[in-house]
């Protein structure tokens, strides 16, 4: 095994670039809540599975090592929004360590229902600092592809306050100060979406019109992803495998 | 806030050391000559008092995970502790601050710039001692982040030589920014 860090980036390039295995593929499905990303995530893992994938899907917060300490502070509406970020970021890197990274060194398809840019779209929108936030994400893993969907704040919050009322954090009322949940919201997911749509633009996204039938924009998914999934391997992710080679990720 | 002494005459004093009994100690010192002030102690939040009882499925945590675990609970320190005695103009002694940590960061091999952007939200200290370890006691120590991180990262007793190097490390990481720092203060407040 290697052990320098330019080593362990050589034996990254060339486990990703090698053209005699299958290679992993990052997708993720990002956008405000309400958006249908969910449903859509799970037609297309579905068609994927039918295509022969072998398919690992990982969510927003869902670690079990960091999950329950942010949703414990969540209950009790205790977090700032630099602990809100910086738990969230532990969560995100825990899980690329944990799952996401394992799943792409066995040439697996990662579906990651949320990604960084929820991370940034929201902290962002809570008034902290988007260079302090990126930098804390470092080393960046950059998905193979990415796709965005785009609905309005007013659909957004048609969609969400349908069913529920939205929760605390979720409404932002940790920064709007506005005591209904459903106002909150509409003026929260307003400032987040106008993040993301921004860094849609940033980080070149694919954009799906969320407001179409579910119908279509599977259909649009597929064709996208059938365009996408031939792209090289992203040499900016040297440094994120490199790290994970270090502490020992990748089976012996 | 990015200050070091706030208009009430608040001080922020930091006592930095992978020791967590002897900064302790130096904390309760460093505060015998003042009539109001308080310590702030790490894991405030809990956060690392949660990650203790985790099950050990759930994955070792990574130095960069457990830095931003750090990062969320001194987070909490300054908005519980810190800033709140900064602003009734008593002095504060946080116990440990930032160089401890990063001190563990950077012997853990990660990099400077994402330590310092990290910690780019906690204010500068108006003081800050640096309480090192023997070296002969240094692998020992448990208590404290980096004891407990050391601890996390390498399995407890499974890896002994390995926790003995990375806390080692981390000691002599620590000494160095003692030495840089007391190279920059103007001579006259160097200690001896």
Partial sequence: ?252 | MNGVRTTTGGILIAVEGIDADAILKAARTALESRARGGISRWDASGVFQDLAVAESEAGTPSPRTLLLLYAADLAFRLRWQIRPALLEGRTVVAAPYTETAMAFGRAAGLPVAWLTNLFRFAPHPGERRFIHAPRQRASEITDGFVGFSCDRMTGGNRYKRQRRRLIDSAAAELRRTDKSSAARRPAARRRT
């Fill in chain 1, 1 to 252: 095994m290697p052990t320098s860090r330019a080593a362990f980036r050589r034996a990254a390039r060339q486990h990703f670039t090698d053209t005699s295995k299958k290679r992993g593929l990052l997708v993720a499905f990002e956008g405000p809540d309400g958006s249908g990303k969910t449903t859509q995530r799970k037609l297309f893992k579905t068609w994927l599975v039918s295509e022969g994938y072998d398919v690992v899907t990982t969510k927003w917060n869902s670690s079990d090592l960091i999950k329950p300490i942010i949703k414990s502070r969540k209950s009790v509406r205790a977090l700032s929004p630099e602990e809100f970020s910086l738990l969230h970021g532990a969560d995100f890197r825990h899980r690329v360590e944990q799952t996401i990274l394992p799943a792409l060194w066995d040439g697996k398809l990662v579906i990651a229902d949320r990604f960084l840019f929820t991370g940034l779209a929201r902290d962002v929108a809570r008034g902290l600092d988007l260079d302090w936030v990126l930098k804390l994400y470092q080393p960046l893993l950059w998905p193979d592809l990415v796709f965005y969907f785009a609905v309005s704040p007013v659909t957004s919050g048609r969609r969400v306050t349908a069913t529920r009322t939205p929760n605390f954090y979720e409404a932002g009322q940790d920064v709007t100060d506005v005591d209904d949940p459903v106002e909150s919201y509409q003026r929260f997911i307003a400032r987040v979406i106008r993040e993301y749509e921004s860094l849609a633009l940033i980080f070149n996204m694919i954009t799906v019109d969320a407001e179409q039938s579910i119908g279509d924009q599977h259909r649009q998914i597929r064709e996208l992803f059938l365009e996408g999934r031939e792209r090289p391997w992203s040499a900016w992710n040297a440094d994120a495998v490199a790290e994970w080679l270090a502490l020992g990720g990748a089976p012996r």
